[in-house]
């Protein structure tokens, strides 16, 4: 699997940024999705993921500021990130959130300024 995520970018704190990525050498529209970060000095966390049926959940902390979805024609998922804060900053990864599938890809750098 190949993935190429997009948007990122510096931002100030209330902005918003939606993170794209296009995924190639899988059947995307049978597989779940996710996007993870991992904010400078500590570990990757699955921030949201989406299955299939386009069923979504979120970690607590982006609960109704954050949107996954997914376009099965385009083959690509997105996030859309509203009201950023701070400690949303970090490098995000789109993955298919399946064992077999190992690549991160190259992420996309998100910095929010207070």
């Known amino acids: 699997v190949q993935l190429q995520a997009s948007g990122g970018g510096l931002v100030q704190a209330g902005g918003s940024l939606r993170l794209s990525c296009v995924v190639s050498?899988?059947?995307?529209?049978?597989?779940?999705m996710a996007w993870y970060r991992q904010a400078p000095g500590k570990q990757r966390e699955l921030v949201a993921g989406?299955?299939?049926?386009?069923?979504?959940n979120y970690v607590d902390s982006v609960k109704g500021r954050f949107t996954i979805s997914r376009d099965n024609v385009k083959n690509t998922v997105y996030l859309q990130m509203n009201d950023l804060k701070p400690e949303d900053t970090g490098r995000y990864y789109c993955?298919?959130?399946?064992?077999?599938?190992?690549?991160w890809g190259q992420g996309t750098l998100v910095t929010v300024s207070s």
């Open positions: 989406i299955t299939s049926e386009v069923n979504a």
């Open positions: 993955k298919v959130p399946l064992p077999r599938y190992l690549n």
């Open positions: 050498g899988i059947i995307f529209s049978v597989n779940p």
